[in-house]
């Protein structure tokens, strides 16, 4: 009876845990933004005006006009020196450019760079990562002309290694990067769609070429 009662409140727990979390996340942002620039609005109308949600809407709004300025020539020179800038100051380079470079990456899935491979390592192990680098002529010394630079993130938890393996070892695997970061951060509790293939010469070619993709 006890196990039965624990097992229903585990099934529970495990549904509505992730939905709290998701729903507080979501929250969070929401008020970090509206208290944010709702400072902004209380700037330029008496505070009896102000209503809750005002500064959601102009954060909105804000994001909005940033993205259509975006598509001008003007705004991207300035924008350009501002982020020039920011990468010339020490501690704001590191966060900025580490930031923008990690969200760049996974915003557009047709990029060439964090491309879903399994890493083979000694005892028929695999490993599920993400190439990140291919070529090494800027950084002499860190890895070989035939090896590949791997993040494998770690499962449960933000973090991962940076591996820098030999391309023989390296085999594409056919998964999005959301799909692959999902599988990994739950240990394979998500369901994915395709197994992941062995190193070798399958009948398509899957080797990583230069910007770490399959050839045409």
Known sequence: MLKTIGKIFLTGLLTVLPIIVTLYFTVWMLTVLERFFGKQVLFVIPDEWYRTGMGLLVAIAVVFAIGLLMHGYVFRRL???MEWVMLEIPLV??????????????????QTAMQVVAVSLPGSV????????TEFEDLPGIAGADEVAVYLPMSYQVGGYT???????????????????KFILTAGLKNASPA?????????????????????
């Not at 591996?163 to 970061?181: I, L, N, Y």
């Not at 899957?206 to 993709?213: D, M, P, Y």
């Open 79 to 81: 924008f350009g020196w």
């Open 93 to 110: 380079r590191s966060v900025y450019s580490a930031m923008r470079d990690l969200l760049g990456m996974f915003a557009d899935d047709k």
């Open 126 to 133: 695999r490993l599920l990562g993400f190439v990140t680098r």
């Open 163 to 181: 591996v820098f393996v030999p391309k023989s070892a390296v085999a594409p695997v056919d998964m999005s990067r959301e799909d692959a970061m």
């Open 196 to 216: 992941i293939e062995p190193p070798g010469e399958p009948a398509h070619s899957t080797k990583i070429g230069r910007a770490g993709r399959r050839p045409s």
